[in-house]
């Protein structure tokens, strides 16, 4: 849009004056610079727009043409104002409502017709053309930036400019009168119109030449160029079958693919061949569309006029076409076009087109029929309308082929040849590979009727010559290799090895062998207790007995040295090897003491029996500020994250389970009962992984749960529990009294124990300890409807009460 106004508001000025003085003066005698570009009135401007607009200029020809007549940069500024004003709605006044001069459409294309919207039908996009005029990707939108043809013809309204240069200089912007002339200042009237562009042009340099001599002569200094400027538009009615009849507005410069894409191009019933064009009462074109989109003939495509019409009449002949053609649809063809003609609309065969010959469906004047076309005769065989072309695909299956796969170096397929054998065919192949199955190999052949049968020979035979064959098309030859032959032979090894598993089983391999394949001996490994599992022979396995396999006992040294003994056991497919775990080897585990003791950190299990008095008196015993009481042993679940992920789905499906899916758990003791004694039930054996904390002395507990105010208090020796919850506010209403209980600060719980009915004996309260107080869920009222339905219940009930009575 700005680029546009640029060129309006250059252009404007070399037109200004003339329009705000109403003349038909030529442009030369005017001075741009003197005209006051204020005193325009909007419906001046809005003319100026409109014949820059017409006109159809280039940015860079605006530009020199203005300057050219002397326009000033105050003068462009001042008219580009104006411009925006207008187009903003903020002009010095209002057009004339009666006066349809002053309208000013943004550009001439405004005042032009547009593309008729179009629904498509399925037909209509099955017909060839019909994209031709409906593409998103293809226009023939009418333009009026186009250089001018040289056969355009002119006529009344044609605007005809005349640059003069050289020893004379003097443009000239000549209108074609109501007579069909322009006036030449100083040469008078010069008729042009009826003329093509390329006549009116040396007409007028002819005559140019009677003021401008210099324009003459073998060495002429005068130079004149002839070009058009606003060019009118025209009107045409495009009528009969297209998707949208009716006149259509185009510049005079227009062709008839033009209208027709204006227009929607033609029905699913209008003919993309016999287009008339008729002017004054006569057919003077016919288009064939065909012509341009087969062949690319832009003859195809005719220059309209004024009042023009486009005739498209119903077509005579449409063929369907489908299967195996480059292009399918309905494809429109001529009286005496034959086949041949149609797989050329077609594009063609497909590249998988069966082309001996077309199965053509044709209808009879009562049913249908079917009509086989020999290749040679596509040429003569005539198309009738409503016959439907169909090409099939070539068969899946070779004339010449044989196949070799298998253990060969180059399998694949070959061309069959008369007298060709098999010893040929593995040449071809490169022969078979070193691991090739010999004794027997398989061709397949197609039987006459055209099932397999299997031929079985030696390869090993072929190889050496003693045996050969003749083979046939269809051939295929298969050989196996031996690794495919037999099941993949592995040896396996488990237990106390860096990477256990299976291996390939190689022949001659020893224990060794496989045990440094695994990586060697991992340090908790029993080396003097190597056991190898073998499976029965196929001997053995023949006949009924209770052994299911092979047991041997070996001892291994750590370091798989070489030795003659290394040889006297050979590994077989299939073996078993267990690498057990030393009897006497514990991994190295670790416990936790942190807290108040004297040397608080991470200590090792020394053995197997060790216990928490052992870990203490390690620790070099308690400190002063040690409170037992609390002491607490926090030991690992041995859940793995896969045993907790699977926990936690469980607890997702099932809302109802309660699983423990904590990796850690508090095991409560008594420190203090403990270590007065150590080596009893109550002093736990330790476990890797273990963490003992040994708290300072306490001096708060806290109370929680249903109490007015829960909150930590300080411990005071010998008060009751009951003391601490009226210290916290009492009971609340809802508070389940009877079953207060105590967590102490070792993890263990005491609960509230009642007797006679209403007496509570509550638990002892210890410094750390936390007194929690259940309370009774909150329970919704009935609402107002449920009392009604119990209410009905409840009358019912009377009611066959009494009724029962009274019946007794």
Do not use: C
Not at 60 to 67: C, N, S, V, Y
Not at 221 to 240: L, P, Q
Not at 426 to 455: T, V
Not at 657 to 679: E, S, W
């Amino acid at each position: 849009m700005l680029k546009l106004k640029t060129i309006f508001t250059l252009l404007v000025l070399s037109l200004t004056l003339a329009v705000s003085q109403g003349m038909a003066q030529t442009q030369s005698n005017i001075n741009p610079s003197q005209v006051d570009v204020s005193k325009l009135s909007d419906a001046q401007v809005r003319k100026i727009m409109k014949e820059i607009q017409d006109r159809g200029l280039t940015q860079e020809q605006a530009i020199a043409l203005a300057k050219a007549r002397g326009a000033s940069q105050a003068q462009v500024d001042q008219l580009m104002t104006r411009i925006r004003e207008l187009q903003n709605g903020t002009g010095l006044e209002q057009p004339d409502k009666g006066d349809t001069s002053t309208e000013m459409p943004t550009a001439q294309t405004d005042s032009l017709s547009v593309k008729a919207p179009i629904s498509p039908t399925p037909e209509n996009e099955k017909v060839f053309g019909f994209k031709l005029f409906n593409s998103k990707n293809l226009t023939f939108e009418p333009s009026v930036n186009i250089p001018t043809p040289k056969s355009y013809v002119l006529g009344i309204g044609d605007e005809m400019v005349i640059t003069i240069w050289g020893a004379s200089q003097a443009t000239y912007q000549l209108s074609i009168d109501q007579n069909g002339a322009i006036n030449i200042p100083d040469i008078g009237p010069v008729y042009v119109a009826g003329r093509t562009f390329e006549e009116a042009s040396k007409q007028i340099q002819k005559r140019l030449i009677s003021i401008y001599s210099g324009l003459s002569g073998a060495n002429p200094n005068t130079y004149a160029e002839v070009s058009m400027g606003t060019v009118r538009s025209i009107k045409v009615n495009v009528i009969g079958d297209v998707n949208a009849p009716g006149t259509y507005t185009l510049p005079a410069t227009a062709s008839a693919f033009n209208a027709l894409y204006l227009s929607g191009g033609p029905t699913e019933n209008g003919s993309f061949r016999d287009i008339q064009v008729i002017r004054g009462g006569k057919v003077v074109h016919t288009i064939d569309v065909y012509d341009f989109l087969v062949n690319g003939n832009p003859k195809a495509n005719v220059q309209l006029r004024d009042q023009d019409i486009l005739l498209v009449p119903t077509y005579e002949n449409r063929i369907d076409v489908e299967g195996a053609f480059k292009r399918n649809g309905l494809f429109e063809v001529k009286k005496g076009e034959t086949l041949a003609n149609l797989i050329k609309y077609a594009g063609g065969f497909a590249e998988n087109a069966y082309t001996q010959n077309l199965s053509v469906t044709r209808n009879t004047k009562r049913e249908k029929s079917i009509q086989d076309v020999d290749h040679a005769h596509f040429n003569q065989f005539a198309m009738q309308n409503g016959d439907m072309v169909k090409a099939d695909t070539l068969l899946d299956r070779y004339t010449n082929r044989v196949t070799i796969n298998g253990a060969v170096f180059r399998p694949g397929s070959y061309e069959w040849k008369e007298g060709m054998k098999l010893s040929d065919l593995l040449k071809k192949a490169d022969g078979p590979k070193e691991e090739a199955f010999r004794n027997r190999a398989i061709l397949s052949r197609r039987k006459a009727n055209w099932e397999w049968e299997n031929i079985a020979f030696n390869l090993g035979d072929v190889e050496k010559g003693t045996f050969d064959m003749d083979l046939k098309p269809n051939d295929e030859i298969t050989i196996r290799s031996i690794f495919e032959m037999r099941e993949n032979q592995t040896v396996n090894i488990t237990g106390e090895v860096l990477n256990p598993g299976k291996f390939p089983y190689n022949e001659k391999m020893t224990l060794e062998d496989l045990i440094f394949r695994a990586g060697g001996f991992k340090e908790n490994a029993d080396v003097a207790f190597i056991e190898v599992a073998r499976r029965l022979s196929h001997s053995e396995a023949a006949e009924t007995t209770n052994q299911l396999s092979h047991i041997f006992t070996f001892q291994v040294p750590r370091n798989l040295k070489l030795n003659p003994k290394d040889a006297g056991f050979v590994l077989q497919p299939f073996d078993q090897v267990y690498i057990r775990r030393a009897p006497g080897y514990r991994d190295q585990g670790s416990v936790m003491v942190n807290g108040e003791v004297v040397y608080s950190g991470s200590y090792s299990i020394a053995h197997k029996n060790e216990r928490i008095s052992d870990i203490i008196n390690r620790a070099g015993g308690f400190t002063q500020d040690a409170y037992l009481k609390g002491a607490t042993l926090t030991r690992s679940t041995g859940l793995t994250e896969e045993e907790i992920a699977a926990r936690k789905a469980l607890m997702e499906k099932d809302t109802t389970l309660k699983l423990d899916i904590t990796p850690k758990q508090l095991v409560g003791i008594d420190l203090q009962k403990i270590m007065a004694n150590p080596g009893s039930d109550i002093d736990l054996m330790l476990m890797p992984g273990d963490e003992i904390h040994i708290p300072k002395k306490m001096q708060t507990i806290k109370v929680s749960g249903g109490v007015m105010n829960p909150v930590a208090q300080t411990f005071e020796d010998g008060k009751s529990l009951r003391s601490y919850v009226n210290k916290a506010g009492g009971f609340v209403p809802r508070a389940r009294r009877g079953k207060v209980y105590v967590i102490y600060p070792n993890g263990t719980t005491a609960t509230t124990h009642s007797f006679l009915f209403f007496a509570r004996n509550y638990p002892k309260v210890t410094p750390g300890s936390e007194i929690i107080v259940p309370a009774r869920p909150d329970k919704e009222g009935m609402s107002a409807g449920q009392w009604i339905s119990i209410s009905s219940a409840l009358s019912a009930m009377s009611l066959t009460i009494v009724t029962l009575v009274n019946k007794l």
